[in-house]
């Protein structure tokens, strides 16, 4: 079956820095992926939808410059949670899919701001 | 956004029994699907209902849906320790981009 992996799966990072996180379809090509973030005992709120060599559509109430998205290729795309602050501390989560696997979520990036 | 709601928000029961789930939606739907999480880990497909089927089957997993009442449920039979976990509806709208909206989901525990 499908698998799309997702890195780091926990980091801490200070106040201020930036953290990239990558998924990646493995064994597949992705025409769209998406972003979503979770809070603690809460469901999963889409972000941004990214689409291979295309800006990111994102979702209203989501800053573009904040959470910058990067789809280089069909296999792989970037979140990066740029100047984080504690409040962006989260589960954040991307899916890959196509037509024969349909959706194939990575099993999550738990962010921790201090 | 959220498509809708899931009741009970929590589900405790004792091993053996069934576990129903129920998921609310507001916009017309091409498929409905149910995943499973367990506690900070990704999501797993658990099975996937078309707007045409009424109802569905895989395991022990039984799926309805009703268009009409913009419904669906998921039952677990003969429920098992190893099932806790949180269980999502996620509807596919009609005529949009390839979009998942997850309900507000049910955490579900199984007692030994």
């Known amino acids: 079956g499908a698998v799309v992996s997702q890195h780091p799966s926990r980091v801490i990072c200070k106040s201020g820095t930036s953290v990239k996180i990558e998924c990646r379809s493995l064994d597949f090509q992705a025409t769209t992926m998406f972003w979503y973030r979770q809070f603690p005992k809460q469901s999963l709120m889409l972000m941004a939808t990214?689409?291979?060599?295309?800006?990111?559509?994102?979702e209203q109430g989501v800053e573009k410059d904040k959470f910058l998205i990067n789809h280089a290729s069909l296999t792989l795309s970037t979140l990066t949670v740029t100047s984080a602050h504690p409040e962006d501390s989260s589960f954040y989560i991307c899916?890959?899919?196509?037509?024969?696997?349909?959706?194939?979520f990575g099993s999550g990036t738990r962010l921790t701001v201090v | 956004s959220q498509q809708g709601e899931e009741d009970p928000q929590a589900l405790s029961i004792q091993e053996g029994e069934n576990a129903t789930m129920n998921c609310s939606y507001k916009t017309s739907i091409n498929n409905l699907q149910w995943y499973r999480q367990n506690s900070g880990r990704g999501l797993v497909h658990l099975i996937l209902?078309?707007?045409?089927?009424r109802e569905k089957h895989s395991g022990r997993l039984r799926v309805t849906l009703d268009t009409s009442k913009k419904s669906s449920s998921l039952l677990i039979t003969a429920s098992r320790a190893a099932d806790t976990a949180s269980y999502f509806c996620a509807t596919y709208p009609s005529g949009s981009a390839r979009q998942l909206t997850f309900g507000s989901g049910t955490q579900l525990t199984v007692l030994p």
């Open positions: 209902i078309r707007s045409n089927e």
């Open positions: 899916s890959a899919t196509d037509l024969i696997y349909g959706y194939t």
């Open positions: 990214s689409n291979e060599g295309s800006k990111a559509t994102y």
